[in-house]
Each structure stands twice: as structure tokens, then as C-alpha cells.
């Protein structure tokens, strides 16, 4: 008898190993639907009610600005940075979040600004405003839900805009910079608010659209075809060599603006693929010994300069992708959570290249005759 309850528990104990083995496969195997799931709002945006408006008179309303506006203190930059930065919120409870969010703060300013923004700090005064960004769900559907609020985002950051044009610009340079859901925002503001107006676009240095998908055939403004070209697009959308998963999520899931302010897929377009190591929209390979810096801010305090790694990558663009060979340093190198990974790296390839590109187009922007912006004397 006690032969037959022994032999009964050892079989419980297998039906039981064999049902948590098959649940981790499931876990593993379905792990991108159910962490999706856990995102997703679980509301039609159309009865969404979304967080409170910024209002962008308030200080507390820029996640980066000048301590007293910037205007006209001895030493300081003499052009400004307009900053749209990239998705930190993960969603979850909203399909756009708060401008409070205490942990996608956290992330803008641990990992996003000390790596995107880093770059320009010694060149211009950051403006970056907080908005109602599209959650990371968002990102991961093309849902006419999350449509609707990278729509919605959209406003936010045009009323900023419009805030800094009118009350802080002053006739300064400026560089439009956006970042993956930010360099989309930063498309549109870049064809609706900034080209159209002879004023703004005789004081823009060029748009950094850092991983952003636009649209070869129908850019936002003339493309920086040269170096220390002005009032041009500089943007495009990154993968490592052999890394086909990323490159080809990056191309499927890529939205673009059409008229009337929508948004549809690329649709077979190629986008617009702009070599940071060239400084030039090409499809010109460029040799590693072009890199002037790679570097990992994350961690620092905002505008500490972070040590470079010189060399790390090669560019070429191809098929609209541009394709980096694999770094050689591990800080140079995808990390973290599954969340953590389908947003904007923890790094910047591309660092100082970005930042003499900049400096590059700021003093073409000032040597021109018809320039109506004040001379820049940039600091090195």
C-alpha cells in the first residue's frame, strides 16, 4: 500500500514538473504578447481621457531650459537647441502619459537627455519640453488607438514650440533635434511650423532626426546633402550589422505623416538615411577611423562630458537603413529589460560626430551674409 501511495506521489511530481516546464515555454515562446498585454490601455482612445495639459509659461512644464531663460547672461551659448526627446513611459494605465510620470522622468534624465541632448550642451541652450508622449505600446502596434496618440502627442510639442518661438528664440541660431517617437513629432513640427516661416528657417541650423523614419521620396526640408549645409534634415534609422530582427521591426512599424496630419506606414518608401560620420545623406561607406566618439552617458550628471571611444563603429547606408558595424566596446552594446530594449539605446554611437556636425552648421548658419541671427561664437 504505502509501495502504491510512494509510486502515486512521484507520479503527481512529474505531471507537476512537466506542467511548469510547459509553462515556461509558453512564457517564453508568448513572453512579447503577454508583456504587450500587460501595456495595452485596454480603452478605445476615442473615450480615453488623457492626463492634464502643460502649460508651457510654467517652468515646471520643461524637463530641460535654461535656469532663468538664458537671455543674455555673459558666457552662454549663442544659439539654442529645441530638444523633442524619445519614449521613456511604458504605458500600461495610459495610452499618453502624465508630464509627472515619476519613473519615465527618471529615464529622460538618466539615460535620454545625458546621451541625446549631451551632445549639444556645449553648443546651445536646451530646450525640452515635458508632453503627453505615446506610451512604449504605442510604439508596438499599429493600432489606430496609438495612432491617435502620437497624434495627440503631437499638439503638445507644437504648442512648446510656439511658446519658445515667441518668448525665448529672440532671434537666436537653434537646432531642431527629435529622437525615435520624438524625431516623428519633430518631422511634422519641422514641415508645419518651421519651413513655412522665412524667419524660423533662416535661424535653423539643421534637424537631427535621430532613429526617425521619413520618407526619401518627401522629406520635411532639404536633406543635408554636404557638410555645413543649413536648414536641412539630417535624419535617419539605425541597425547593427546583422542584426535583421531590429532593422526590419524599425522599417514595419515605421509611421510617417501624411497630409492633413495622419499617419500611415512607409509602404515600401525608403526612408532618408543620413551618415553621422560623413555628415552627409549618402550612401558612402565610412571606415571606423571616421568615428570621433562613441560614448555611454548614461548615469551622468546632466552636462558632465562623458569620456569617448574613438573608432568603436563604420557606417554605410543601404536600402534606406543605416547599417553600423558591431561596436567594440560592451558599453556600446544593447542592454536591459525587454522594455528597456525597444526604446531608445542607452548610448550614442555617434556622440561626437554630432556634436562637430553641429558646431559645423551653427558657424556656416553665422557666416552667411543674409544670416539674420546674430554672430555665433561658439565655444569649443
Sequence with gaps: MAQ????FGVLLLRAALVTV????????????????????????????????????????????????????????????????????YDGGRHWNAPIDEARAGREFRR??????????????????PRYRQASLYSMLTLREDAREARRFAYGDVAQAFRRYREADNQGRA?????????????ARLLSEEIMPDPTMRARLAAAYLIDTAIPA????????????????????????????????????????WTTGGQLDSL?????????????????AEAAPRLNLGAANATGLEWAARPPFLTRQVGARCENG?????????????????????????GYNLFYADLEADAKARLAALAARPEASVAALSLRP
Excluded at 4 to 7: A, E, T
Excluded at 32 to 53: E, G, N, S
Excluded at 112 to 128: C, D, E, H, S
Design 4 to 7: 502504491r501511495r510512494s509510486g
Design 21 to 88: 516546464g510547459l509553462l515556461l515555454v509558453a512564457a517564453v515562446i508568448w513572453r512579447d504578447d503577454i508583456i504587450r498585454t500587460t501595456l495595452d490601455p485596454k480603452v478605445p482612445f476615442q473615450t480615453y481621457d488623457p492626463p492634464a495639459a502643460p502649460d508651457y509659461v510654467q517652468r515646471s512644464a520643461w524637463a530641460l531650459r535654461p535656469l532663468d531663460g538664458g537671455h543674455g547672461r555673459p558666457g552662454e551659448p549663442a544659439a539654442d537647441v529645441f530638444f523633442v526627446g524619445p519614449t521613456t
Design 111 to 128: 539615460v535620454m537627455a545625458p546621451n541625446y541632448a549631451g551632445p549639444f550642451v556645449r553648443l546651445a541652450r536646451i530646450y525640452a
Design 174 to 186: 537653434f537646432v531642431l533635434v527629435g529622437v525615435e517617437q520624438g524625431g516623428t513629432l519633430a
Design 217 to 256: 521620396d518627401a522629406p520635411p526640408a532639404p536633406v543635408c546633402a554636404r557638410p555645413s549645409q543649413t536648414a536641412c534634415v539630417a535624419a535617419w534609422v539605425g541597425a547593427v550589422d546583422g542584426d535583421k530582427v531590429r532593422s526590419e521591426r524599425l522599417i514595419d512599424r515605421a509611421l510617417v
Design 267 to 283: 509602404a515600401g518608401r525608403t526612408p532618408l538615411c543620413f551618415n553621422p560620420l560623413l555628415g552627409a545623406v549618402t550612401d
Design 321 to 345: 537603413v543605416l547599417r553600423v558595424t558591431r561596436p567594440n566596446s560592451p558599453s556600446l552594446r544593447p542592454s536591459g529589460s525587454w522594455t528597456e530594449r525597444r526604446k531608445a539605446p
